[in-house]
């Protein structure tokens, strides 16, 4: 079973970029059909898929955000890193890294990341 954890600033400017790093242990991202998410919850709100990277290293993107939302992966430390370019205070979220196979998912902890200046 794998595990993720989410790393990153707990606060970020406006207009700057946030990236946030998911480090997975127990299975190398590379592993055959699982891809790799990124989720966020702000508050008062319900979970929104923000997009995804599969173990081949293609990508998905949720519309709203594909304009300012890329992930990237280091396959030789095993983590995936989100990027949000021109932040406002509406991307404070709780951010969740999720691992996908099949039907099976685990989560990290999640990061609260706060936009304000």
């Known amino acids: 079973q794998e595990s993720l954890q989410e790393s990153g600033p707990g606060l970020v400017t406006p207009s700057q970029t946030l990236s946030l790093t998911c480090t997975v242990s127990g299975v190398p991202i590379t592993t055959k059909d699982y891809y790799w998410s990124w989720i966020r919850q702000p508050p008062g709100k319900g979970l929104e898929w923000m997009g995804a990277i599969t173990y081949s290293g293609d990508r998905n993107y949720h519309p709203s955000l594909k304009s300012r939302a890329s992930i990237s992966r280091d396959t030789t430390k095993n983590q995936f890193t989100l990027h949000v370019t021109s932040v406002t205070p509406e991307d404070t979220a709780v951010y969740y890294c999720?691992?996908?196979?099949?039907?099976?998912?685990?989560w990290g902890q999640g990061t609260q990341v706060t936009v304000s200046s």
């Open positions: 999720a691992s996908n196979l099949g039907w099976a998912t685990a």
